[in-house]
């Protein structure tokens, strides 16, 4: 084994054409991997971390936390006997270098499109995905699971559950690291701590992981399974660390002062131990076991009983191999602790870890002169609404660790006493929303629809049972493209509008977005504004207009001529949310086609719903009834509607368009919509249908 760490190489510039990798090239199971030396493996490390720059550069896709991670991939797969051993990832954000290895590298190029591998580990892709993934702080739950399930048969199964930091806030974890010392499991969880999940930790939990490594001390591992402590090389230099002492001392200090600080804290940390560039050794057993005493007493795994390792440097695949190796025989839970840097190896995205959590596809040359995209996201419209409500004097804003993804940077740097970034913790997020409106606050719940599905217990009894003042502002609704079925926020009409006290508003463009999150804000109770990811349709917003979209008032936005008067067949189509416009292709297309009456309303609310307009319709003589929403069919918008008509006895017929009862596999957000019958085309085949 080399004596020396080993450097990973950096990078500049993300490769346009496929790099040379010949050990990589190699590679199609982990099996491959155990006949190499560690040298080999090093260079296999730097080969797939060229490789992942090359491939994501095609694909686009999640980008740092990959990078970060390609040392700790193969010291796993190099060391545990995968698929019979179990590897379980936290979210996936972090799993292709795991694809890569495990016979799926030259598929990479084609990740989340459709079709291509998945975003995420997914059981029916590989054998090495031991669990569906993709929301955060999971790992260790299945990974205990597996764990129980391996002693029950009688196997001798490994169990490895990789987490990272900013997963580590989610209370999940907390809950199966507690459980796993009750069943006496044998586990072991890597965390994988970069100081950040989209954006930069925060929190007691990272000032108690800063503390950890602060102290130039570290928990090793000797051949014989006998843990023992062992100082480590840190350095004034090293940007995990300058960070680490300005979260665990005082937030306000400038970096100028933090090399200055670093020998203060170590001094009084461990004396003299530690010299300039000092080499890891053991320390005598007698002033390990008193160091241990009083400097460890707060480590919070230790604590709860697991048997604690680290904190290593993720980047030296000879010491992880080494600590691997050793660990995998010990019995009981274990964790280990490294330290790794998001981007690691590419330099702009160790320089900037938020704006390189993933990116887009390389453009083509064929694209470069085309003109900017200028419609506004709807992420950017509600950031602008918050910031423009920023000085009323009660509104505050709470994210489960969504600053970013929210639009909410802006707002976060004007008010900073009135935003709340709670970690990946919705539950908690929601519940504290609560506890601010019992005080007096307006808060503003900032989160995607496919996360607030991990708080509903808490929507419905901590806020909407309590009729409670407070706001969602559901980003992400419907089909979400690439990212795929994990990431879909297509169930959170069904799952809110079956709770009192709660309106539901779903805009259909950027000034909607606007004037309902303004409603709904100055609504007294539970509301939730429903938007999509991306940008709308270029519509302008107006803040001063007169415009007053009243609750539960939908607007007719076109009608064919003579529409009012009697046909035998005359067609409403009811379009909830981003559908609209594609309904209003459709239902003008149909109509130059077969002069049948028809218009096409803006519903604008699901909750509550334009019962006064429907009847006026019924009235006007609408035989036929389409609606169209990006959301489940089952409990959707179409449902409420179809309760409502069966309710007033409606005669005539009623298609709703929507999600069939399937998870949408990833693809393009255009691809997807095609599939499900949701574009202009699949809802003029339905139009076309009712008229045969």
Known sequence: MPTSVHTPKTFTDIPLTRPHTPLLDGIDTPADLKVLSVDKLCQLGDEVREF???????????????????????????????????????????AYAHKVLTGRRDKLTGIRSRGGLTAFPERGESEYDTFGVGHSSTSISAGLGMSLASRILGENRKVVAVIGDGAMTGGMAFEAMNDAIQQNADLTVVLNDND??????????????????????AFDIDKHGNILMTKRQISTDDRRIRHYLHMATDAKESLEKIPAKLSANVGKSIGNLLGKNAPPAPLPDKIAEKIADHVFPDNLFKAIGFTYLGPFDGHDLPKLLQVFERAKHLSGAALIHVHTIKGKGFLPAEADPVGFHAIGKLPKSDTKNKAPQMAKKYSDVFGKWLVDNGERANLVAITPAMCEGSGMVEFAK?????????????????TLAGGMATGGLKPVVAIYSTFLQRGYDQLIHDVALQNLDVTFAIDRAGLVGEDGATHAGVFDLAYLRCVPNVVIAVPSDEHECYQLLQTCYDHQGTSAVRYPRGVGVGREIVKDTDEHFAIGKANIRWQSTQFDKHASKKIAILAFG???????????????????????????????????????????????????????????????????????????????????????????????????GLDKAGILAELQMMDD
């Open 52 to 94: 992942l720059l090359y491939s994501v550069g095609q694909s686009g896709g999640h980008f740092g936390a990959n990078l970060g991670v390609v040392e700790l991939t193969v010291a796993l797969h190099a060391i545990y006997n995968t698929p019979y051993d179990k590897l379980v990832w936290d979210v996936g954000h972090q």
């Open 196 to 217: 950040m999940s989209i954006s930069q930790a925060i929190g007691g939990f990272s000032r108690h992981l800063a503390k950890l490594w602060q102290r130039g001390l």
């Open 414 to 430: 004007r008010y900073p006493a009135k935003f709340f970034d709670v970690a990946i913790a919705e539950q908690h997020a929601v």
């Open 578 to 676: 981003t559908r609209l416009h594609d309904s209003l292709l459709a239902g003008q297309a149909f109509y130059q086609k077969t002069n049948t009456p028809i218009c096409v309303v803006d519903m604008r609310w699901v909750k509550p719903l334009d019962g006064e307009l429907i009847d006026t319709l019924i009235g006007q003589g609408v035989t036929h009834i389409i609606t169209t929403e990006e959301h489940q069919r089952m409990g959707g918008a179409g449902s409420a509607v179809g309760e409502y008509l069966a309710n007033v006895g409606f005669k005539g017929r009623l298609c709703q368009i929507a999600i069939d009862d399937v998870f949408v596999a990833h693809g393009s957000h255009d691809e997807q919509l095609s599939e499900c």
